[in-house]
């Protein structure tokens, strides 16, 4: 098993940075694609951006590309993603995601493992 822990979500103004954090732990072999997903309010479960093991391949979601980037640490066993110029409709429940299935993945449904999840409000 896989556990996930994210971290770094708040409260912040439009135009403002965050930078959210999961740790990885338990049988950390078993996570090798990663990725960030977020669900707002009324809204399903999408695509933040996703990084293969190696980190050499990334996708990142139209809706934040050139504002959010991924990247990984697999030494420490921690998954990023740094978000800037956020906007209000950035707000969201923020879940890291682990697989694993080598590549890259950006389909929820084929997620092994997730975390229970952070909250980030944009205010404007």
């Known amino acids: 098993q896989v556990q996930l822990v994210e971290s770094g979500g708040g409260l912040v103004q439009a135009g403002g940075s965050l930078s959210l954090s999961c740790a990885t732990s338990?049988?950390?072999?078993?996570?090798?694609?990663m990725g960030w997903f977020r669900q707002a309010p009324g809204r399903e479960r999408e695509l933040v951006a996703a990084?293969?093991?190696?980190?050499?391949?990334?996708t990142i979601a139209d809706s934040v590309k050139g504002r959010f980037t991924i990247s990984r640490d697999n030494v420490k066993h921690t998954l990023i993603l740094r978000m800037n110029s956020l906007k209000p409709e950035d707000t969201a429940v923020y879940y890291c995601?682990?697989?694993?299935?080598?590549?890259?993945?950006?389909?929820?449904?084929?997620?092994?493992?997730w975390g229970q999840g952070t909250q980030v409000t944009v205010s404007s």
């Open positions: 995601a682990a697989a694993r299935t080598i590549g890259i993945i950006n389909d929820d449904r084929l997620y092994d493992y």
């Open positions: 338990g049988r950390t072999i078993d996570a090798n694609a």
């Open positions: 990084i293969s093991w190696s980190g050499s391949s990334t």
